[in-house]
């Protein structure tokens, strides 16, 4: 008789799984897993051993914020009472591999992301939209192969660290306390030729404060996209 191979699974797709609230500790033991999602789950920590998945590529946990053990009505009764919950990460160190990380609407408040953010060297897509954290670590800026941050509805951000070179798209619709950023150069030189996308819409104290002509530039033409919507959808 022969010996059955042991299959080692290179995706982990829990996206709807409610009720789910941790993985196994064991998790990292999946070494070759490149996929992880658990988008819209109870999840409330995501594991340490989550950082020996080296191969690791799409990690996502959107809308985890853990569950409450209480009836709705009972939530909606107790709410202003009730503590924030949010997804608590670990360090990223070990992800090397990792393209992309979806960490939306977690709940993240002021210091929740980790500051080995640089570490993340293959990241290129990082999307951090709908929390609620002032800040985000200036470790941001040493990513040399983000080209998309998201960051729509972060209605608490102030301000942002100096982005990578490496950006195509930065989205900060709906971040109503944004004040500044700092761009490189380059990244104004790449807008020019269409290589580089600012999303504004809705950021009126960053047109108020920020003096540089393509940052006005890029919140006008947001406003002026969103205003001729209507007359586009009545033809």
Known sequence: MGVVPRIFPTRLLNSGCSKLKKFPDELGSLKCLEELNADGTAME????????????????????????????????????????????????????????????????????????????????????????????????????????????????????????????????????????????SRAYASRRSGGFTFKFFNCFLILENELQSDVLEAIVQGIQLVASMPKFLDL
């Open 45 to 184: 920590e995501v594991p340490p051993s989550i950082t020996l998945l080296s191969k690791l590529k799409v990690l996502s946990f959107a809308g985890c914020k853990g569950g409450v053990s209480m009836s709705w009505n009972l939530v909606l009764y107790f709410w202003s009472s009730l503590p924030r919950k949010h997804l608590r990460l670990p360090s990223f160190l070990g992800l090397h591999s990792l393209r992309s990380l979806n960490l939306s609407d977690c709940g993240l408040l002021e210091g929740a992301l980790p500051t080995d953010l640089a570490s993340l060297s293959s990241l290129q897509n990082l999307d951090l939209s709908r929390n609620s954290f002032i800040t985000v670590p200036g470790s941001l800026s040493q990513l040399s192969r983000l080209q998309n941050l998201i960051l729509k509805n972060c209605k608490s951000l102030q301000s942002l660290p100096e982005l990578p070179s490496s950006m195509e798209t930065l989205d900060c619709d709906d971040c109503t306390s944004l004040e500044s950023f700092s761009c490189p």
